[in-house]
């Protein structure tokens, strides 16, 4: 059986349908990823070897786990100039284990229209039906093999860049309101240190205030009954 993620659904919930010729593409696209996972078996033999540069992900190449495969990707994706995620999940029917992966370039697929009538705001556009994938499957030995891997993307790669700013070229607007947010964050943290220190400074100045008071008020009470002492004095 294999498991989607579902992303036909909005922020809030809400079931998305699909009607654009961007979504059939995409659904194809599912479809055949689907097809590679069909079988829910561990296999027995490693796909054939092909021939690729060290640092770049074959088809049969072996891991000893799915994450050392996740982690080989990603670090190529890095120097490549991609971002990947993580999409369909294969497992067995008869225990419920893991049994494959699929790993995609961020701009795989295209994102369902919102069909809701009032849109807060508008996302900016990062997925372009980019095909790049990595799909490895769990041998009955053990070892996670790669069985499929699509290289080419349909869009422009920015080698030598992290993953973070591979993610803000992406999303430029969000990238600069984040930044707008955070100095306007650490504008108010000054604002909100500098109130701190007036109010300590008032409540310091209050203390202060009613320790003098405090004195006056136990001098006047002094006062008042040495008065009286020597009123009962006198009357003797």
Known sequence: MVNTLDENRGEDGIELVDNTIEASLHQNHEEKIEQD????????????????????????????????AHAFYNAYATG??????????????????????????NKEGHRMPDKR???????????????????VRKMSSGKWVVTKFVKE?????????GRRDCIYSQYPNEHDKIRELTQ????????AATYKRHLEMIFEQIEEHNESLSKKIQHIVHAVREVESKEQQSSL
């Open 117 to 135: 009538e009032k849109i807060v705001r508008q996302r900016a556009e990062t997925r372009v039906g980019c095909r790049a994938m990595l799909l």
């Open 184 to 191: 306007q964050l650490a504008v108010e943290k000054k604002r």
């Open 37 to 68: 996972f069909s079988e829910d078996s561990i296999p027995d033999a490693i796909p054939a070897v092909s021939v690729a540069p060290a640092d770049e992900p074959y088809v049969g190449q072996e891991f000893e786990s799915e994450a050392a």
């Open 80 to 105: 490549v100039g991609f971002v990947i995620r993580v999409s369909k999940l294969s497992r067995s029917r008869r225990d419920g284990s893991a049994i494959g992966r699929a790993l995609v370039c």
């Open 153 to 161: 993307h349909n869009h422009p790669l920015t080698p030598g860049k």
